[in-house]
């Protein structure tokens, strides 16, 4: 996988070689260029922003360098990227995204800030590449560069080879294998910590009764953390009323 990321704030990128991440690279399961937008201004401020059209407070990255990164980008690549950027106003990134994402070949990520980017730049890569917006999360953060690093990981550890052990990315929180509900506790060593103890069932080897054992943690953590991943359950009282009727 390609992965080129379009940033004001390229050295929020250096941490990339330190993780799992740097070995992949190194493995050449992944390769990624970091480009600093600046690179295609051509004022003596290197100006990325300006005022917003019909008022408001804060500033709007200006279309012009978006535009000539993107130019710059594609006129390396054989075909088009898919174009991300994370957004508070995005899609929901999911794990249902990342494996979409892991699955394409070449990824241009865009790190807006600010209060955005004009919006003609999201407008006019559409007519060349296909485009996601997507939002991690119902929060405002000050940049697009902490997404980029979060789906990053989220994407490049799926792709083969990543992951010392595939077996560990099956029974994960939110993936599609455990229905999507929320993983069970897990414990190590030793059996006995601040008098806590391990769960006996854990210990019994009967990997059955671990198995029901865990669901039914998963099912417990959903209900009482996630009830928006179970199916549609009415209420306790209405299926009081429901027996009763
Ligand atoms: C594209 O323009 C902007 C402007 C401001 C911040 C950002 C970064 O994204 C987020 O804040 C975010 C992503 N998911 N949840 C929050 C992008």
Known sequence: MQADIVTIFPDYFAPLDLSLIGKARAAGLVDWRVHDLRAWTHD????????????????????????????????????PPTLVVPTPSGEPFRQATAHEFAALPHLLFACGRYEGIDARVVEHARTRMPVREVSLGDYVLNGGEVAVLAILEAVVRLLPGVVGNP??????????????????PVYTKPLSWRGLDVPPVLLSGHHGQVAAWRAEQSLERTRARRPDLLPDTPPAAEIGDAELA
């Open 44 to 79: 003596r401020h290197r100006t990325v922003d300006d005022t917003p059209y019909g008022g408001g407070a804060g500033m709007v990255m200006k279309p012009e360098p978006w535009g000539e990164a993107f130019d710059a980008v594609l006129g390396r690549a054989d075909a």
């Open 167 to 184: 077996a560990s990315l099956v029974e994960e929180s939110h993936s599609v294998a455990g229905a999507g509900w929320l993983e069970y």
